[in-house]
């Protein structure tokens, strides 16, 4: 049986601390990574919409070429940059 005190990162599989908010070993932070996790879902949500929505209406095409850019898209788009950079290195 797993000790009840401890968890396993979901990142690097090791055994740390229950109550750890940051994984010792990779430094995955568990409160972030939840919160990245239900932007997913809702992002994954909204897409299934959109997709049945379009699928339904396929003649309407909305463009919105001045909506400024969410959090999301910038978190998204910020992470893409920061990967090429690395890349790059
Ligand atoms: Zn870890």
Redesign the pocket.
């Known amino acids: 049986m797993p000790d009840p005190k401890t968890k396993v990162?979901?990142?690097?599989?090791?055994v740390?601390a229950a109550d750890a908010k940051v994984?010792?070993?990779?430094?995955?932070d568990f409160e972030e990574t939840e919160e990245t996790i239900k932007a997913l879902d809702h992002a994954e949500k909204v897409r299934a919409k959109r997709k049945a929505r379009s699928q339904k209406e396929p003649e309407k095409k909305v463009e919105t070429p001045n909506q400024p850019e969410s959090v999301f898209r910038k978190l998204m788009r910020l992470r893409k940059e920061r990967e090429a950079n690395n890349a790059n290195k």
């Open positions: 990162c979901d990142d690097c599989d090791s740390i994984c010792p070993a990779c430094g995955m």
